[in-house]
């Protein structure tokens, strides 16, 4: 039987800001805070109401954009398309975020990482991801019976099924593909909204937006 998020051997537990668990990303941010003084360089909190129907799952902090301002998606090309599809379809005030204090508040919805720190080359490593799931495990726990995850990626994907106690065989990621999760949720995939996905069209707007809209329709029955 699969677990819920809060048992097993990734045991939920609330984010902690000063996490150094990951010995390597704890020294990458270590030498980020040196280089660049002004920027966040720490662990990334999730943003939006902790009681919302969809949960926005990304990969990890960009190096300007969530690592520079302590929020994620925020201030990097990755967020553009978010949050502007985001705001079209109701789940935002804002079509832009562009830095933690703009004013902008999410509406029933919640974006977090997969992994919160900030990983050298944007590429966190599978002990790291598992390490971090704990904090998204948590995260799943707090999600209302009936609500929606927004998984953008193959690896926010597999943390996902992780914190939920399921194998990767499970549920293969697809863009667009939709998977049923313990207490009625819905596991919606899509590919990564980052600059290479979309420069490349492997990731239009339209193809981001009817993604979405599959989570919306979920909630609004």
Not at 38 to 54: E, I, M, Q
Not at 86 to 111: F, H, N, W
Not at 173 to 198: I, M
């Amino acid at each position: 039987m699969p677990r819920t998020p809060h048992t097993g051997p990734c045991a939920a537990r609330a984010f902690d800001p000063a996490c150094e668990t990951c010995p390597r990303l704890a020294a990458f941010l270590v030498d980020v805070r040196r280089a660049q003084p002004g920027y966040h360089g720490r662990p990334v909190p999730s943003f939006g109401d902790p009681r919302a129907r969809l949960l926005v799952v990304g990969l990890a902090p960009g190096m300007h954009g969530a690592n520079r301002t302590g929020r994620p998606f925020t201030g990097d090309h990755a967020g553009i398309l978010l949050f502007r599809t985001l705001y079209e379809q109701g789940l935002s005030t804002a079509p832009e975020s562009v830095a933690a204090d703009d004013g902008l508040k999410l509406l029933d919805c919640r974006i977090t990482n997969a992994v919160r720190c900030l990983p050298p080359a944007n590429k966190p490593t599978p002990a790291e991801v598992r390490e971090c799931n704990t904090y998204l495990a948590w995260e799943l726990g707090r999600l209302p019976e009936k609500g929606a995850v927004f998984a953008l990626g193959a690896i926010a994907h597999g943390a996902v099924l992780r914190a939920y106690g399921l194998s990767a065989s499970a549920a293969r990621f697809a863009h667009a593909a939709t998977h049923e999760l313990p207490g009625g949720r819905l596991l919606v995939d899509s590919y990564h909204c980052s600059r290479y996905n979309t420069q490349t069209r492997r990731l239009t707007p339209d193809m981001f937006a009817e993604a979405l809209s599959v989570a919306r329709e979920w909630l609004r029955r």
